[in-house]
């Protein structure tokens, strides 16, 4: 538990540079915190893909995502 502040801390940021990298992206929606009181740890980067604007499918994020060694889920 010690370490649990900073890591928490890399999470938000990781997700925070992912979001800004990605936002002029379209068709590529991150989720939001429901509201300003609201904390997440970020432990998980979701996002929702529309395939008509993103010219391309969730899968195929996917497996290029694989072939560089990224983890992600459907």
């Not at 938000?12 to 002029?24: H, I, V």
């Not at 915190?33 to 391309?56: H, L, Y």
Request: net charge negative; proline share 4%; aromatic share 12%.
């Amino acid at each position: 538990m010690e370490f649990i502040e900073e890591r928490v801390r890399k999470r938000r940021d990781n997700y925070f540079f992912t979001e800004e990298t990605l936002k002029s992206l379209q068709g590529i929606t991150f989720q939001d915190e429901p509201c300003k009181s609201f904390f997440s740890n970020r432990w998980f980067t979701a996002i929702i893909v529309d395939p008509q604007k993103a010219g391309t499918t969730q899968e195929l994020i996917q497996k290029g995502l694989e072939k560089e060694n990224i983890e992600s889920r459907p």
